[in-house]
């Protein structure tokens, strides 16, 4: 039987569970939250869901939607107002300020998450869950494809595909800080206690994914290096996965005097590590 809540009551109602899965999809993400835990820490019962929302991947798609809707909003109003200042002078720093600046200024704002906001948009980037992915590659490919032909413009010199890797990594590795619970004690830790306002906090992310965005292309030598290195490891890899192991045991005793062997890595690590990594992609690269 639905439940039938009018006025202040209901809107009190759906903020709550609202609050409570968003707190749930923090702490725990998509997979590990459930139905249960979020009408118990919402205080409602599940005819009060389904009766706002209709069902779990509903509520999550409201949740995401009444933050990164407006986000994003701003993100590209600001995109926009850099755009028409710039033109053809505009800089992956525009760039990456369009995509910071709103997202500190909203998580200043207690009306729409406050500090939690941060660690809302790290989980959304980071979580593994297919069903956040696809929401987020789905509801806001427009945006991603705006902002990722903004980059492209910025660094000409940099092959689409290429772009796209590096975006991946940098965002990636942003959302994961973010996603982090300790992100407000290793800004205060970092700044020596001194205050840092929103526009030397941008000016630092901005230097870091700036040199990583501008980083030059790897060489044949670096290429080189690293095909040796990962060779040496997929062969030791091997090797230990022989037929009881016997060879590999032996030449480790025998063969290397007082040099211990090199830890091995073997094909299924590898496999596991790219499909972790792919599990992991943000809109910005699915759309290159």
Partial sequence: MAVRTTGRHAGDTKSRILDAAETLFIECGYEAMSLRQITS??????????????????LIHSMLSRRLDHLNQERLKLLD??????????????????MFIPALRL????????KAFLRLL??????????????????????????????????PHLPREELGWRLHFAIG????????????SLISEFSQGKSMNDLQLIARLASLMVAALK???????????????LGDASDGGAECA??????GTSAAHTGGGSESP???????????GGMEAGSRQHAFHRTA
Avoid: W
Avoid at 216 to 226: I, R, S, V
């Fill in 81 to 98: 107002r850099f755009d028409t200042m710039l033109g053809e002078r505009l800089t992956c720093e525009h760039v990456l300020g369009a």
């Fill in 173 to 184: 590795a942003l959302s994961g800080v973010l996603a982090g619970t300790d992100t407000d």
């Fill in 242 to 247: 022989g037929d009881g192991g016997a060879e």
């Fill in 107 to 114: 998580s200043r704002d207690p009306r729409v998450g406050g």
């Fill in 122 to 155: 790290g989980r959304a980037y980071t979580d593994p869950s297919s069903f956040i992915r696809d929401f987020l590659n789905g509801h806001y490919a427009s945006v991603a494809v705006r902002f990722f032909d903004a980059f492209q413009r910025a660094l």
């Fill in 215 to 229: 980083a030059p292309l790897p060489d044949g030598t670096q290429l080189a290096a690293f095909a040796a290195v």
């Fill in 262 to 272: 090199s830890p091995a890595v073997s094909e299924g690590e590898h496999r596991d």
């Fill in 41 to 58: 820490r919402a205080e409602v019962n599940l005819a009060a869901v389904n009766y706002h929302f209709g069902s779990k991947e509903s």
